[in-house]
T-cell receptor
Framework: AQSVTQLGSHVSVSEGALVLLRCNYS??????LFWYVQYPNQGLQLLLK??????LVKGINGFEAEFKKSETSFHLTKPSAHMSDAAEYFC???????????FGPGTSLSVIP | EPEVTQTPSHQVTQMGQEVILRCVPI?????FYWYRQILGQKVEFLVS????????KSEIFDDQFSVERPDGSNFTLKIRSTKLEDSAMYFC?????????????FGEGSRLTVL
């Protein structure tokens, strides 16, 4: 079975500071990994994904994540937080290109001016 | 840009009533999904659908739930007799399938409130 844990249900950063949202996964097969963002009262938008190949993946809005197999991690980072980054962030894991994804519990990011 | 659309955006119903939530997946996609998010909680998988049949379902997806693709474009989730605990945001998603990079595209969600 696959699962995802996200350390920290709530993270606060100052505007301009580094954003680091942690994600660890469990998977019996090479995983497909995703970060989704959910703005208030909106749907789920894909930030970035890892399927195969380069372990450092870049996404939209300046976010990137690095797949570390030895640590079973897929942490999300952004060098400089912006007020518009305040949202809920979900890490997710899948098994194939068409299988369901399993979501982590989410991390709520607040950006302090 | 192609997108998944869901209707209604918000539905209020009385306990015990039947509800149908509708989704129009991206036109060339082959795999369809429903997820649920109870307020303040995680996004939970309900069911996946491929080739006109359920390919996988979670333990949440009991006999009161059903899915259907009645025509070439719509994908529906029916809740037969709603309970208070069915109040949640329901997300539809679709995926292109094999040979693609495995991204699920989500709709904006349908908020169901059961009174």
């Amino acid at each position: 079975a696959q699962s995802v844990t996200q350390l920290g249900s709530h993270v606060s950063v100052s505007e301009g500071a580094l954003v680091l949202l942690r994600c660890n996964y469990s998977s019996s097969v090479p995983p497909y990994l995703f970060w989704y963002v959910q703005y208030p009262n909106q749907g789920l938008q894909l930030l970035l994904k890892y399927t195969t190949g380069a372990t450092l993946v870049k996404g939209i809005n300046g976010f990137e994540a690095e797949f570390k197999k030895s640590e079973t991690s897929f942490h999300l980072t952004k060098p400089s937080a912006h007020m518009s980054d305040a949202a809920e962030y979900f890490c997710a894991v899948g098994k194939t290109s068409y299988d369901k994804v399993i979501f982590g519990p989410g991390t709520s990011l607040s950006v302090i001016p | 840009e192609p997108e998944v659309t869901q209707t209604p955006s918000h539905q209020v119903t009385q306990m015990g009533q039947e509800v149908i939530l509708r989704c129009v997946p991206i036109s060339n996609h082959l795999y369809f999904y429903w997820y649920r998010q109870i307020l303040g909680q995680k996004v939970e998988f309900l069911v996946s659908f491929y080739n006109n049949e359920i390919s996988e379902k979670s333990e949440i997806f009991d006999d009161q739930f059903s899915v259907e693709r009645p025509d070439g474009s719509n994908f529906t989730l029916k809740i037969r007799s709603t309970k208070l605990e069915d109040s949640a945001m329901y997300f539809c998603a679709s995926s292109a399938g094999t040979g693609h990079t495995g991204e699920l595209f989500f709709g904006e969600g349908s908020r169901l409130t059961v009174l």
